[in-house]
């Protein structure tokens, strides 16, 4: 049934304009007959009563009663819904899904019921049955469905419909056959307001199953590509799967009331045709002497299914009333179990412990004195223990983990004790659960019961965060998330175009300091230009003697044997192109340092994949060759080494801007050739002194390190890609300019893969209009490297700046400096006054 329920939807989907044009063209049918004798009074009842046309005067009560109770839950549900939706979807699903499917299907009953039945199209009441009986949220579900990334759009609102529809078509059975019910009660307006319902009913299904999911593929067309059409949450099949056990209580519900209608609607023939009841005759008989009593025979005896529904009715209320146990379940944020709210304080309506409470302060700009708000206590019960302690045996939970593989039908407590007796590897939880944020919480459980750090892990956030950008890409073993203030400096002119450098710092006064630099800069800017040297990996192999690595040696630098190895090594990769391999010699050690452009990929996955290939090749040529370690770090990665500063790895960046003298004076405070001879005995001399690879600046470092955490950069290799040499001299017609230029060989970054893909790396990169992939490879993570060099350039002329005006530690105590504890320290220790 699931496969005949998605092709039907598939085919709605497919063929939006056909089903939507024949649905309306039905529609304009059923509404343009005309019925035979109009203006007279129809004979026939619209209820299914037969004693409909000629009902006493006191049961005009009744009619009223229950009409406004009627009224009032239809209101009450609809409100309900509408409240719930927002837990379903964003607000523009709930317009679609709500508003329009809604609206449809009441159009298309009061059609309809214009058709069949004169009474049902002056029925006043109709808006409010038709809101007690329409499903919206439903149609939500569909549409977060139609929203969802993946599949096609055909494809995506068919599978949704094989979920929603059989269970759809039960709901609808069983809503019709217990609204129908009230066709039996011998009110009016209530016997008419039911025969619309189970008409409404009959109709919103049918809309449901043809009409909306055309609609829906047809809106999703027009608004693809438009986030906020996108649903708040991500869609899972389990949004859309019944419970079993709902399903089975349904379908006897359905099988109940289907017995109730076949016994009040069918005649029961005994011999000579129709028989009443005899307790009716005998109420017949004595109605003339007892007025009184023949009343309460008209209210209570009219048929069996009446007695039967009414104390079923009284049941359920006296139930609720006295034996329901009344409480306000909630969930804590901390550990997500049901608790108990203990006090009557509803203005938070969400019940959150010191961890959430802490993330929602993170989070909310217009949420203010969090301390003095009387937040609900959290306290255990026995009936909320009762909700969190349903543990199966052990037994039991590690035949479902071993039969299905995953856990996702285990409770939280099954899951730590299968952890717990070593059946689940602890860093297996994402995949295990298929549901990383869930992963991450129970591990976080585990870990802090394990090392008694409850207190501290729960300071660590965990939730709003994306995490399966981080699975098997990223990070393992995840407990929560650390988040880094990220500035921007600038605009900052490069190549012609002004950028906002996003820059993820603790440092105070670094961003500060990169904008003043970029101030001075201004809109004359920077020149950037960019080599793609190539990304290295040089694994050590080593030879049984010096005369077979001569050999080795010599074969590689043949020009016909490295056009064998290229191609081998280009083999591995569609981006990946090896440019060189530079052999260094130690005795009978080789170190084989193939370098290799990699697109806008940093590179170093694609690399080492191609070495290893080469090698493969390379050891048929020479079997006695063995192969000590992939990386000999003759590379060299994330060290200071003097072959990346002078053959250089990634991209080598050189840029160069004027500062006018205007500037020097305005911005600085200072002047050229100040600036000249300080660049002199700092970056040169001194860093000539120490012994420093690659240090010739004055902090390249600093904004290195703050561009890479932003971007998604592997933040261990600022140690490589800092190496920069900062140059100053001055110029103009009266040397009062400064020509600047910064050279950094050996920058190594990239705009795919690694920390790129998660979403708030990604977001600076799309700031800087470098996300992703260029139509011409490498474009994108040149520009990159261009931009941070000339990131770094602004850094060092600001920096140099405050160091020659004895600013620098002026400006740290102004931005660097912790105000909360330098005021706890003064409050703590009292100096006394002389």
Partial sequence: MMKVWGAHGEFCAKHQWEVIVATLALLACAASVERHGTGVRSEHCAGWARACPGLEAEYQAADAVIMTFVRCAALLYA????????????KYLLIIAGVFSTFASFIFTSALASLFWSELAS???????????????RGARMAKAGWSAGED???????ALSLLGPTATLDTLLAVLLVGVGGLSGVPRLEHMCTFACLALLVDYSVFVTFYPACLSLVSDFASGRKEMRPDSPFAESDLKPNPVVQRVKMIMAAGLLCVHLTSRLPWAKENGMIEGSLSKDFK??????????????????????????TLLC?????????????????DMNDLTVKEVTNKYDKPKFIVGEE???????????LLNWEETEWPVLSPSSSAAKLNAKKRPMAECLEIYRSEGVCTSLSDDEVVMLVEQSHIPLHRLENVLNDPLRGVRLRRRVISARFETESAVKKLPYLNYDYSKVLNACCENVIGYVGIPVGYAGPLVVDGKAYMIPMATTEGALVASTNRGAKAIGTRGVTSVVEDVGMTRAPAVKLPNVVRAHECRQWLDNKDNYAIIKTAFDSTSRFARLQEVHVGVDGAILYLRFRATTGDAMGMNMVSKGAENALKLLKNYFPDMEVISLSGNYCSDKKAASINWVKGRGKRVICETTISATNLKNIFKTDAKTMTRCNKIKNLSGSALAGSIGGNNAHAANMVTAIFIATGQDPAQNVTSSNCSTSMEVCGENNEDLYVTCTMPSLEVGTVGGGTVLTGQGACLEILGVKGAAERPAENSARLASLI???????????????????????HMRHNRSTINVQNASNELKVPTL
Wanted: include cysteine; proline fraction near 1%; charged fraction near 20%.
């Fill in 79 to 90: 409100y309900y819904q509408v409240s719930n939706l927002q837990k379903i979807a964003s």
């Fill in 123 to 137: 029925i006043k009441d109709a808006p409010f049955l038709f809101l007690l009986v329409a499903d919206v949220a």
């Fill in 153 to 159: 759009q055909g494809k995506r609102v068919g599978k």
């Fill in 285 to 310: 008989s004595t109605s003339d002497e007892n007025v009184l009593f023949n009343s309460y025979v008209k209210w209570f005896s009219v048929s069996a299914d009446y007695i039967v529904i009414a």
């Fill in 315 to 331: 049941a359920l209320i006296i139930k609720f009333i006295f034996f329901e146990e009344q409480r306000n379940w909630v969930i």
């Fill in 356 to 366: 959430f409470k802490a993330e929602i302060c993170t989070q909310t700009d217009d």
């Fill in 789 to 811: 060099c000339a990131t770094v350039l602004a850094g060092e002329l600001s920096l140099m700046a405050a160091l020659v005006n004895s600013d620098l530690v002026k400006s």
